[in-house]
């Protein structure tokens, strides 16, 4: 959910003061990869349609479970398998999760962290929720932006995402850019993504309270 929305004339005046608050160029450029004007529109008809498919395969190709429905029949992800009647960019984002969660948690109802925006039987995923506070907000923000940068990767419109995943909260303030930062280093740093923002398929063995 966009906590400020951007009206559309606004929008490259505010992506240029993001850009300019960024320090370094690795975080640029991989900004760059995302902002595509057209990436600001989610797809339709025959493309949208393109697109879960690509985003299908590559979960297939992770090893996740798939099964019939949406999120709100029951979870996002049940422990085994993916809710199909969904858009891409949440199966992109639930790839995201699969690589971050370590083998415990893919184990777990949302992958231990609680209910996602579409889950159904929220009670049940609050019961099996494992990982809180700090630690949780900071794997729901790398599965963000890891899932934005599978969209680019696979020429989807990211910039979408981006923005409704709140990114461009405070864009050319300082928090906004140190947040994007330290999000982008910690998912270089693990291998996640290589250091021109590419995502790999790199898959956490580490547990929980351990180093990734």
């Known amino acids: 959910m966009i906590l400020t929305k951007i009206a559309p004339g606004r929008l490259r005046p505010v992506l240029r003061a993001f850009a300019a608050s960024l320090a370094d160029e690795r975080a640029r450029r991989v900004l760059r990869r995302i902002v595509r004007p057209a990436g600001a529109a989610r797809a339709k008809r025959r493309q949208a349609a393109r697109h879960h498919r690509q985003a299908v395969a590559l979960a297939a190709r992770f090893g996740m479970g798939l099964r019939p ?34 083998p415990t948690r893919r184990r777990r109802i949302d992958f231990g962290l609680g209910p996602g925006p579409e889950t159904g039987a929220r009670a049940a995923a609050e019961r099996a929720a494992s990982l809180f506070g700090v630690e949780r907000e900071r794997e729901e923000a790398m599965a963000s932006l890891l899932g934005i940068l599978w969209e680019v990767e696979l020429g989807q419109p990211a910039l979408a995402s981006f923005l409704d995943q709140n990114w461009l909260e405070g864009a050319g303030g300082p928090g906004a850019a140190a947040h994007f930062r330290a ?30």
């Open 69 to 102: 429905g949406p999120p709100a029949a029951s979870y996002g992800w049940d422990g085994r398998a993916a809710r199909l009647r969904t858009e891409a960019y949440v199966l992109l984002h639930e790839v995201a999760h699969y690589q971050l969660a370590p």
């Open 183 to 212: 999000i982008l280093a910690r998912l270089v740093a693990a291998g996640f993504l290589t250091n021109m923002g590419r995502p790999t398929r790199r898959l956490r063995r580490a547990a929980d309270g351990r180093k990734r």
